[in-house]
């Protein structure tokens, strides 16, 4: 696991300065502090900082081929990479190295940008062909590692994170105000754009090219369901699974150091856990986190339970207030784009207690969900949809009923009577967002009215949207699936595992999100991932002898932190004084006294965690990303 960065210039008689890519990597030098290099020719100019876990005395970068006519910076883990070093050693090639980087250098020799689709992993890269004069950018087909980019008119830059790219004076430090629109419908990012004007992300399963002043995107995978599932029982995919997941697991322990795993006490990481061990010839490192307070939800002692049952040597820790107050402004320095996911903050403690125990490497049970369908929301928007074609016209009906038995019961069945009348496609924004959010519904009074007329005008659900176009016809929960495969996951759920580990030089790696996974759920009738109230079935029955029962059949809760009670309480005073306090960059879009009946209206009791939280990523953003760039920025 690395950082990259890299300039190139269009004026080829231009060289880039070797100063400002040492710059770059300095930004980055949490990612790689094991080891640096860079390659300066001419008009290119490539940084890397690496994290050695693989190969570690001969996989330093930048590497290039034989005649130096090739060369790469890359962050990742290809898992396929002895099979493919096999096959182009019998081809004639000769390998210098045991590295899977000069893997990706031969086979791009033998096949050119095409190489690409034969890889498998976690991977983001910048190739350079001194021959051809091109460049080849790549990221990873489901997006674990990152990737930004920007076009200057005058040179193409990228890096693993956004802070490098603003280390060059030419890059614009402007915001995009359609992102802030953006970050409030979802919570987080979706797509290409981030919340700088002219900054991207590469997206998932694309790769770039330029040559000359020409820039050229390109996607070479996609995650499709096929028109008519499989064929076949239940037992035979149960069985199928059974196979494929050891052999997934087995491929993500590669490594020259140790692997730990990331437990959270659900059925996900806990099955990971089983094969680790299984596969391991040693006792396998586990961490789990858990929060001040006897009122919380507490995942220890499922993690515990996990740990005992396969003799791994397990750490948890206990994280505070405190502990959350003082690593938020570097939460939104490492995340870099706004994102709301305050369990990230916990993710950084655990993850720093094994490094802190001399683990470098990490699994994670991430991904389960999105592939076979684990979310109780699928469930529940599955039925609404069944009682929706059931009621056929008499849609009246069945909203006023659900309103109703919200009512009596006091709880959120209400929500779904305003969904009625509308298709999926437009009330399933994606897994965090809906129409009915407390800011979708409240925009309007929340803007100043120059802000909301500076926005372009684009629906704000448009790239949620646009993926349903992709996937039309298909049942509703390959479309929920397909979606928060292209959104949720990589623009939240991955940016924070990646970007929160490597601010502690760990390398997360997520077994679930294998394509072989990942593909074969795809593949199957949507009655084995989601059937009545049974979630995740196909999964849960693949791991039912070998998993503890307490965990398999225990409800699905997310990770409990308690950020609402600390905002409220232990927090109430930093709340105030950030967001309504004087030079508030946050006046500067929303109406202050909007803000201030948001903050109140917690104080007295309703529940407005989610928004106060979105308004500190986006203050402490403004103060860390607007406020100068330098390598000491992120202590402070």
């Known amino acids: 696991m690395c950082?990259?960065?890299?300039?190139?210039?269009?004026?080829?008689?231009?060289?880039?300065?070797?100063?400002?890519?040492?710059?770059?990597?300095?930004?980055?030098?949490?990612?790689?502090?094991?080891?640096?290099?860079?390659?300066?020719?001419?008009?290119?100019?490539?940084?890397?900082?690496?994290?050695?876990?693989?190969?570690?005395?001969?996989?330093?970068?930048?590497?290039?081929?034989?005649?130096?006519?090739?060369?790469?910076?890359?962050?990742?883990?290809?898992?396929?990479?002895?099979?493919?070093?096999?096959?182009?050693?019998?081809?004639?090639?000769?390998?210098?190295?045991?590295?899977?980087?000069?893997?990706?250098?031969?086979l791009y020799e033998e096949m050119g940008v095409e190489s690409v689709k034969c890889l498998r992993g976690m991977f983001s890269f910048a190739l350079w062909d001194e021959r051809k004069r091109l460049l080849l950018l790549a990221r990873d087909q489901v997006g674990i590692k990152p990737l930004y980019y920007t076009n200057t008119g005058k040179a193409f830059l990228f890096a693993s994170e956004i802070k490098s790219l603003l280390a060059d004076p030419s890059v614009e430090r402007a915001i995009h105000p359609g992102g802030i629109d953006r970050f409030l419908t979802y919570h987080y990012m979706p797509g290409k754009e981030t919340l700088f004007k002219g900054i991207y992300k590469l997206e998932p399963g694309h790769l770039l090219t330029i040559r000359g002043r020409e820039v050229s995107k390109h996607q070479y995978w996609d995650l499709r369901f096929e028109k008519t599932p499989r064929s076949g029982r239940f037992d035979e995919a149960v069985e199928t699974l059974r196979e494929l997941l050891p052999r997934v697991v087995k491929d993500h322990m590669i490594s020259d150091v140790p692997v730990g795993v990331l437990l959270s006490g659900g059925v996900d990481s806990t099955g990971v856990l089983r094969y680790a061990a299984e596969l391991s010839d040693r006792p396998i490192q586990t961490f789990t986190v858990g929060f001040e307070g006897e009122e919380f939800a507490d995942e220890r002692p499922f993690a515990r339970l996990a740990a005992q049952t396969y003799g791994s040597r397990h750490q948890d820790i206990t994280m505070t207030a405190k502990d959350f107050h003082g690593f938020l402004p570097e939460y939104v320095w490492h995340m870099e784009e706004p994102v709301f996911e305050p369990p990230a903050v916990a993710l950084y403690f655990v993850s720093r207690l094994a490094r802190e125990s001399s683990v470098k490497v990490l699994l994670s049970g991430e991904g389960g969900d999105e592939a076979f369908g684990g979310y109780q929301n699928y469930r529940n928007l599955l039925m609404l949809e069944g009682l929706k074609s059931a009621f056929g016209p008499c849609g009246g009906m069945l909203r006023f009923g659900l309103k109703a038995l919200g009512m009596a019961t006091r709880k959120n069945i209400g929500r779904y009577g305003d969904l009625v009348d509308l298709p999926l496609s437009q009330y399933y924004f994606s897994r965090t967002a809906t129409p009915r959010t407390f800011f979708n519904r409240n925009k309007a009074a929340l803007y100043r009215k120059d802000f909301a007329s500076a926005l372009d005008g684009e629906r704000s659900d448009m790239p949620t949207f646009r993926l349903f176009e992709r996937v039309d016809g298909q049942p509703p929960l390959n479309c929920m699936l397909y979606v928060d495969s292209k959104t949720w996951l990589p623009d939240d759920l991955l940016i924070k595992a990646d970007k929160i580990t490597m601010a502690t030089s760990v390398e997360l790696r997520v077994p679930l999100l294998d394509i072989r996974l990942l593909e074969f759920a795809a593949t199957l009738p949507t009655r084995f991932k989601v059937s009545g109230w049974s979630t995740k079935r196909v999964l849960k029955a693949a791991l039912k002898e070998s998993v503890p029962r307490e965990i398999l059949m225990r409800v699905k809760t997310g990770f409990p932190l308690p950020y609402g009670r600390w905002l409220k309480k232990d927090l109430r005073d930093y709340v105030f004084d950030t967001l309504l306090g004087r030079g508030s960059a946050l006046g500067n879009y929303f109406s202050l006294d909007a803000l201030r009946k948001i903050v109140e209206e917690d104080q007295r009791g309703a529940d407005r965690s989610t928004e106060i939280f979105c308004f500190l990523v986006l203050e402490l953003w403004h103060r860390k990303f607007l406020g100068g760039i330098s390598g000491q920025a992120h202590e402070g």
């Open 3 to 106: 950082g990259i960065v890299g300039k190139l210039n269009f004026d080829g008689q231009q060289p880039v300065n070797p100063e400002l890519v040492r710059r770059m990597m300095d930004l980055v030098s949490h990612r790689g502090p094991d080891g640096e290099g860079m390659h300066v020719s001419g008009p290119i100019g490539i940084g890397h900082r690496r994290l050695s876990i693989i190969d570690l005395n001969t996989g330093t970068q930048p590497m290039c081929n034989e005649d130096g006519t090739v060369w790469i910076v890359y962050n990742g883990e290809v898992y396929n990479f002895l099979e493919l070093r096999a096959d182009l050693r019998a081809r004639g090639h000769i390998f210098k190295s045991s590295s899977d980087t000069e893997v990706i250098i031969h």
